[in-house]
């Protein structure tokens, strides 16, 4: 174990991390370290909603350290690098010099700074000798923006094998991609209303959803089929507001999730580049012409 005598106890970490080739070092640890350290993840309000493969990734980035009774282990104020799990021992949490709450083994501290890029918002000192475990900014960081491009490769993909968007350039989809937004519904809830005006569009990127329809406002819906990943809805909504021509019910017990992109964005995104394209064609169309009337040479008669 490192033993650790400074008096702030972090090694500030100016330099942010845009690094995407970061290697990440794993540190040895028992089965029952990493049960224990996920464990004190999934109870922390702010990291509990980490996917379970990036909780795990950071556990096996941890690495132990030390800190002896009455260190300041953290400075309020401070630009903060490190995200810290307690073992063994007792902190103080303290704000403007009022003492906040104790905090003992099982728990995360010094998660807020890394997590919202913002300064220590509290003061921690070690009320005995602590063993702690700890991650820093930079691999915390790596490790989101890994699992960040993962998701974004998967959504491209998804994107890309629709009909309104095949055409389009790899740098106007690298947009696209970014404009969309990720909606999850819960098992039952209806994503959009037969009847209802809207102007979105729909992609399903996890979980299954039920089509329903009546025919008349009196009618009962009744089921007409099921979505899948990759299916899509709402085109129409694309162009101008649409009455929903049918219900789009979450029919998933881990729910559904959805890419979401509404008239607006996709007009400043994807209309605009498509009548770009247009009229490139029309113009090489254009020229083409040109050459076979005028171009007395080129007749093939
Ligand atoms: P961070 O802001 O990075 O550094 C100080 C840490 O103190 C903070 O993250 C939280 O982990 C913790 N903290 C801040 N305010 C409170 C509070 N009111 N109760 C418990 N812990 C807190």
Redesign the pocket.
């Given at each position: 174990r490192t033993k650790r005598t400074a008096i702030s106890a972090e090694p500030v970490q100016h330099k942010k991390s845009k690094d995407l080739r970061i290697v990440l070092q794993a540190c040895d640890k028992s089965d029952r370290t990493k049960e224990f350290l996920r464990d004190a993840i999934l109870n922390n309000d702010f990291m509990k909603n980490l996917a379970l493969d990036q909780i795990m990734l950071i556990v096996d980035c941890m690495h132990p350290l030390e800190h002896t009774k009455d260190n300041l282990i953290?400075i309020?104020g401070d630009v903060?690098n490190l995200?810290y799990i307690m073992e063994e021992g007792m902190v103080e949490?303290s704000?403007n010099k009022k003492v906040?709450?104790t905090?003992g083994p099982g728990r995360?501290?010094?998660?807020?700074?890394?997590?919202y890029n913002?300064?220590?918002?509290?003061?921690?000192k070690a009320l005995s000798n602590c063993k702690l475990w700890a991650v820093d900014r930079q691999t915390f960081q790596a490790i989101m923006m890994r699992a960040g491009m993962e998701k974004r490769s998967e959504h491209l993909e998804l994107i890309k094998n629709i009909k309104t968007f095949e055409n389009l350039r790899e740098d106007i989809l690298s947009k696209v991609v970014d404009t969309f937004d990720e909606v999850r519904y819960t098992n039952g809830a209806y994503i959009i209303r037969q009847g209802a005006k809207g102007d979105t569009f729909y992609i399903v990127a996890k979980g299954r959803a039920q089509i329903t329809k009546a025919s008349s406002k009196w009618d009962t819906p009744i089921y007409d089929r099921h979505l899948e990943r990759g299916e899509s809805f709402g085109e129409a909504a694309l162009q101008s507001e649409e009455t929903r021509p049918f219900n789009v019910i979450a029919d998933d017990p881990n729910g559904v999730t959805c890419l979401v992109l509404d008239r607006q964005s996709y007009r400043e995104i994807v209309a605009d580049e498509l009548s770009r394209l247009r009229r490139e064609e029309s113009c090489k169309y254009a020229r083409k012409n040109t050459t076979f009337i005028s171009g007395e040479d080129e007749r093939d008669l």
């Open positions: 953290i309020e903060g995200v949490v704000k906040l709450t905090i995360v501290f010094g998660e807020l700074a890394i997590l913002c300064t220590r918002t509290a003061s921690i």
